[in-house]
Structure formats: C-alpha cells, structure tokens
C-alpha cells in the first residue's frame, strides 16, 4: 500500500459517554433469578441519548417486563435527576388511571 501511495482510513474517534469509574453506589440485580408471572410485576428502565446535530438528548423509558410495553418515558436536555422521575411518574399515572393492578 506504501508503494502504491494508499492509505487506510483513521478510525472515527467517539466521544465516550459511558462513566463507569465513579464512587456512586451499585445495586445488585434483585429480579435476575425472579419468576416474571404477571404484568406490572417489574419494571426495568433505561437512560441513553440521541445525537442531534449540534447536542445530545436524554431519553429514560421504564418498561414493564412481562407485557414488554413502555409504561413511561421522558426526554429531556439534561441527565439530572428530574429526566427518571418524570418517567417514573408518567408511569405510575397511566398505571393508576388505566385501572390496572400492581403487582
């Protein structure tokens, strides 16, 4: 390739938006062995972004593991805590008003 006058292309260069060397505390995974039997009988949720043009987005979604449907998610410019819990509340509403039994 040298002789030729080739040359590879570099690779992409991503900015790293996963911080895993951090002091916070880490749970362990309660529902990892658990039978799932029922909807609303665990719920799991997520963060991730989105890459815009000029900025990223949040989206945390919580998502009831036996239906596999998103009982709510948020999106929103910011990681801070309100993005979970507005998700966590939009959940909770569609659950309550929808007349559907927890657990």
Known sequence: MRELGLVGNSPIRRKRTTNSN???KRYPNLVMNLAIERPNQVWVGDITYIRLQQEFVYLAVLMDVFTRSIRGWHLARS?????TIIALNQGWVRVTFLGEKLG
């Not at 990681?79 to 993005?83: A, E, G, I, K, T």
């Open 22 to 24: 951090h002091d916070l």
């Open 79 to 83: 990681m801070d805590v309100s993005l």
